[in-house]
């Protein structure tokens, strides 16, 4: 009985060995996992920060167009009525012309009516 004893003794802390084995196996793991997740943790921090400038860019590229756009738009704005003004101007002074052309040939008949 002496040697079941101690064959179960020996067989108890072979497994021991074999379980501290394992566990020391896992825990590397374990760290290599925890690496791996730290270096993606820190790739992914960059590419936030690179995809943040990007988009920060992209908002004042934006924001310059927009101002840009409403300044063109003002032109426009302001060259349609400045057209405007002139095709009143222009219609004025055709309507101007024609009575002075009348006036003028009211004067003829007039003045050859006195001959």
Same mark, same amino acid.
């Given at each position: 009985m002496k040697n079941c004893y101690k064959n179960l003794i020996m067989c108890c802390s072979s497994m021991r060995r074999r379980a501290a084995a394992l566990a020391q196996q896992d825990a590397g793991d374990a760290?290599?996992? =925890?690496?791996?997740a730290a270096?993606?943790? #820190?790739? @992914?921090?960059?590419?936030a920060k690179a995809a943040?400038?990007?988009?920060? %860019?992209?908002v004042k590229l934006a924001s310059g167009a927009r101002?840009? =756009?409403?300044?063109?738009e003002q032109d426009? #704005?302001? @060259?349609?009525?400045t057209a405007a003004s002139a095709e009143q101007h222009l219609a %004025?002074?055709?309507?101007?012309a024609a009575q002075a052309e009348i006036e003028l040939n009211r004067i003829r008949y007039s003045a050859l009516a006195k001959l």
């Open positions: 760290k290599d996992s =925890a690496t791996d270096t993606a943790s #820190v790739r @992914a921090t960059i590419s943040s400038r990007a988009a920060s %860019d992209a101002k840009e =756009a409403d300044s063109f426009i #704005v302001s @060259a349609n009525k %004025d002074a055709q309507r101007e």
